[in-house]
């Protein structure tokens, strides 16, 4: 990844404070690399629970991860 690009939770962090992320999560599957005692547990699995955010096919999210263009204009878009 580039120097420029975010890590998928530094953004969601920052996407989920304007999209009121502090709600209750409803969300039942699990990504295996977010656990409850994460800080970031509630605003990734409200985001999920929402579907602005899916995972990865082998059932994990990658928090810290970089993110593409694609995957913030998809965030973005899933939340209009």
Known sequence: ???D???SL??????SKDFDAQMEVVYNSDF???????WFY?????LASKGIV??????TFRPNAGCTRGQ???FIYRMD
Do not use: A, R
């Open 1 to 3: 990844p580039s120097q």
């Open 5 to 7: 690009s975010l890590k």
């Open 10 to 15: 530094e953004y969601l962090f920052n996407v």
């Open 32 to 38: 295996s690399d977010v656990t409850e005692d994460k």
């Open 42 to 46: 509630s605003y990734v699995k409200n």
């Open 54 to 59: 899916e995972g990865y096919e082998d059932g």
């Open 72 to 74: 913030v204009v998809t």
